[in-house]
């Protein structure tokens, strides 16, 4: 089965704290993507990556950057963690236009104070 | 733009079979797919529907009609265990295969 693990689980920070946030997935997959999950919002596509070193902007880019510097990891940073950016984060891996379906990390529940 | 559009809850009871609809508006994608996602949990893979037609897996079912721009899921024999959100969501051309969610549907199964 593929895996895509993120490296937290729950994470507390402080406004204006640098955020990384991790995602490695096993299966060699192309595409990468994270999103947040917030009540009532669904799950937003902040960013994604068809490739090393490529990205490219989803929906709420704003506050965040991206780096995939090897084809199995896909991390996401908080510039300047803010408190709206309280949320779940969650990494995904698929196939390049492949049939079926993402794989999705178990997420990171991510409070910043 | 790109929108999907699910019921927010439906409240079904154990051994019933429960229908989730979705109708979306967006062009060109690749097919529709279905997410499931307990409380606190990640969003897992259920199903999906390249073609028009219904797909069967288990007790799971799904149907797309493209023509329609509707899709649906259908859960039988339902159990306490399949309470959950359910998620549709369709996979956009040239964008890098990105998926596009519907805001969920709250399942409740009740004894």
């Known amino acids: 089965d593929v895996k895509v693990t993120q490296s937290s689980r729950y994470l507390v920070k402080r406004t204006g704290e640098k955020v990384f946030l991790e995602c490695v997935q096993d299966?060699?997959?192309?595409?990468m993507f994270w999103y947040r999950q917030d009540p009532g919002l669904g799950l937003r596509l902040i960013y994604f990556s068809y490739d090393v070193k490529m990205k490219e902007k989803g929906d709420i880019p704003e506050g965040y950057s991206v780096s995939r510097e090897k084809k199995e990891r896909f991390s996401l940073i908080l510039e300047s963690a803010s408190t709206n950016q309280t949320s779940m984060y969650l990494c995904a891996s698929s196939l390049w236009q492949g049939a079926g379906g993402y794989t999705f990390g178990s997420g990171t529940r991510l409070t910043v104070v | 733009g790109q929108s999907l559009e699910q019921p927010s809850e439906v409240t079904a009871v154990e051994g019933a079979i429960v229908q989730i609809n979705c109708t979306y508006q967006t062009s060109g994608f690749y097919g529709l797919s279905w997410y499931q996602q307990h409380d606190g949990g990640a969003p897992t893979f259920l199903s999906y529907?390249?073609?028009?037609g219904l797909e069967e897996t288990g007790r799971f079912s799904s149907f797309l009609s493209r023509s329609d721009s509707y899709g649906y899921l259908l859960l039988q024999e339902l159990q306490m265990k399949d309470s959950a959100s359910y998620f549709c969501?369709?996979?956009?051309?040239?964008?890098?295969?990105?998926?596009?969610f519907g805001q969920g549907t709250e399942l409740s199964v009740k004894p």
């Open positions: 299966m060699d997959h192309e595409n």
């Open positions: 529907n390249a073609l028009d």
């Open positions: 969501a369709v996979r956009i051309y040239n964008q890098g295969g990105k998926l596009i």
